[in-house]
């Protein structure tokens, strides 16, 4: 199990850069899928950038180029840069693990808070739900 918690979010204008930061209260590393994932007011939750145990990421079509998801072992912290913001990205950000996340981030799911990768492999859902943080882009 793991019990994470974000950080580093914001309020930054339109072009600027903020690094969002995800420890593993736990202080030991698995090597899950972890998965950045965003809600904005009114919106549904849906993943951003997927990480899995091998280092490859994955990215909606949205930020690509864009943000840019790493993690460091040695510290149980998962980080998103997020460059060239635009207010789109304005929502809470969020950051849980699966198992694993063959499908990538562009076949994960959200119904509500209950977020699943699906692939030819099965369904992993992600758990380890923090509180989120905030990330405001104003234009």
């Not at 998103?80 to 063959?102: G, I, S």
């Amino acid at each position: 199990q793991v019990q994470l918690q974000e950080s580093g979010g914001g309020s930054v204008q339109a072009g600027g850069s903020l690094r969002l930061s995800c420890t593993n209260s736990k202080r030991t590393y698995t090597p899950y899928c972890m998965g950045w994932f965003r809600q904005a007011p009114a919106g549904e939750r849906e993943g951003v950038a997927h990480i899995d145990r091998y280092g490859s990421a994955s990215y909606r079509d949205s930020v690509n180029d864009r943000f840019t998801v790493s993690q460091d072992n040695a510290k149980a912290t998962l980080y998103l840069q997020m460059n060239n913001l635009k207010p789109e990205d304005t929502a809470v950000y969020y950051c849980a693990a699966a198992v694993d996340c063959p499908g990538g981030v562009m076949n994960t799911i959200c119904n509500g808070a209950n977020c699943y990768n699906q692939s030819p492999k099965g369904l992993h859902h992600f758990s380890g739900w923090g509180q989120g943080t905030q990330v405001t882009v104003s234009s």
